[in-house]
């Protein structure tokens, strides 16, 4: 548990994840997430998602070897035609590092993205969620996050201090 957050989300990821699943990166950012699941499923299959054409295009950069990943540029809160249903989707949620910290995830689409998440995750799938406080609309998402993520079974959640990044660890 002294781990970075994101090593941590790492290790669930490669512990839960199978060769062959279907795994969502609901907001890829940089790509680095989203090259990560794809080594991790090299038999499988990773959808990208996020809303700004700089994110798709970086992530896409990033993956010039990797054919087992599809890209979307749209909100994550927007439903997607899915070959089956995925075992892992991940938010790393925040703005997109190097690019305009005005632009954020926000509190309302990230909620109606996490119950789309639960109504399409596989029975044995699972949801990670990484929060940013350190903004105020990332405090704001994380308190609201904390707050939905109550009513759930099966969850873990990861505090260091304030204002530090939380993982949401959701199982179905």
Same mark, same amino acid.
């Given at each position: 548990?002294?781990?970075p957050?994101?090593l941590?989300?790492?290790?669930?990821?490669?512990?839960?994840?199978?060769? =062959?699943?279907?795994?969502?990166?609901?907001?890829?950012?940089?790509?680095? =997430?989203?090259?990560?699941?794809?080594?991790?499923?090299?038999?499988?299959?990773?959808?990208?998602?996020?809303?700004?054409?700089?994110?798709?295009?970086?992530?896409?950069?990033?993956?010039?070897?990797a054919?087992?990943?599809?890209?979307?540029?749209?909100?994550?809160?927007?439903?997607?035609?899915?070959? +089956?249903?995925p +075992?892992?989707?991940?938010?790393?949620?925040?703005?997109l590092?190097?690019?305009?910290?005005?632009?954020?995830?926000?509190?309302?689409t990230?909620?109606?993205?996490?119950?789309?998440?639960?109504?399409?995750?596989?029975?044995?799938g699972?949801?990670?969620?990484?929060?940013?406080?350190?903004?105020?609309?990332?405090? +704001?998402?994380?308190?609201?996050?904390?707050?939905?993520?109550?009513?759930?079974?099966?969850?873990?959640? +990861?505090?260091?201090?304030?204002?530090?990044p939380?993982?949401?660890?959701?199982?179905?």
């Amino acid at each position: 548990m002294n781990k970075p957050h994101l090593l941590l989300a790492k290790e669930y990821w490669k512990k839960h994840l199978r060769a =062959d699943d279907f795994a969502i990166d609901a907001t890829c950012g940089n790509g680095h =997430d989203t090259l990560y699941l794809s080594k991790l499923l090299p038999e499988g299959l990773v959808y990208g998602i996020d809303i700004q054409q700089a994110a798709i295009e970086k992530t896409r950069l990033h993956l010039s070897e990797a054919t087992n990943v599809e890209l979307f540029q749209q909100s994550h809160a927007d439903p997607l035609a899915l070959p +089956r249903p995925p +075992r892992l989707i991940v938010y790393n949620l925040g703005y997109l590092p190097g690019g305009n910290k005005a632009l954020t995830t926000m509190t309302e689409t990230t909620l109606q993205s996490l119950q789309l998440s639960l109504s399409i995750l596989a029975k044995d799938g699972a949801i990670s969620v990484t929060c940013y406080p350190g903004h105020e609309e990332g405090l +704001r998402e994380e308190a609201q996050i904390h707050n939905f993520v109550k009513s759930l079974n099966h969850v873990h959640h +990861r505090w260091e201090r304030a204002r530090s990044p939380t993982l949401f660890w959701i199982i179905n």
